[in-house]
């Protein structure tokens, strides 16, 4: 659980979805894996929520001040981190700001 509390690493995890396909399917894979384990899920969706890191997978510019290009539909296309995405999505939007931006 400090693991989780601690803010090193949770900024670079959204930038590594939009990057390429061979990068960002491993960073999909590590967040499915994060989503499967952790026994608090609420804590989990919390933290993606508030990273946005809905918004990538949505189509939706990231960030939205200066959107990056994006790999994302690249990675998509192939099985693997269309699942891993699809559960991060999944997990991201069980929030009240995922719920907001869905509506």
Do not use: Y
């Given at each position: 659980?400090?693991?989780?509390?601690?803010?090193f690493g949770?900024?670079?995890?959204?930038?590594?979805i939009v990057s390429?396909?061979?990068?960002?399917?491993?960073?999909?894979q590590?967040l499915?894996l994060l989503?499967d384990?952790?026994p608090h899920?609420?804590?989990i969706?919390k933290?993606l929520?508030?990273l946005?890191?809905f918004?990538?997978?949505l189509?939706?510019?990231?960030?939205?001040?200066?959107?990056?290009?994006s790999?994302?539909?690249?990675t998509?296309?192939?099985?693997i981190?269309?699942r891993s995405a699809?559960?991060?999505l999944?997990?991201?939007?069980?929030?009240?700001?995922?719920?907001?931006v869905?509506?």
């Amino acid at each position: 659980q400090d693991v989780l509390d601690r803010p090193f690493g949770w900024g670079v995890l959204v930038p590594l979805i939009v990057s390429p396909a061979s990068v960002a399917t491993d960073a999909l894979q590590l967040l499915e894996l994060l989503v499967d384990r952790h026994p608090h899920n609420e804590i989990i969706s919390k933290r993606l929520a508030g990273l946005h890191a809905f918004m990538p997978l949505l189509s939706l510019p990231w960030p939205q001040a200066d959107p990056v290009e994006s790999h994302l539909s690249a990675t998509l296309a192939l099985p693997i981190p269309r699942r891993s995405a699809t559960k991060i999505l999944q997990c991201a939007m069980d929030t009240d700001l995922g719920m907001k931006v869905a509506g």
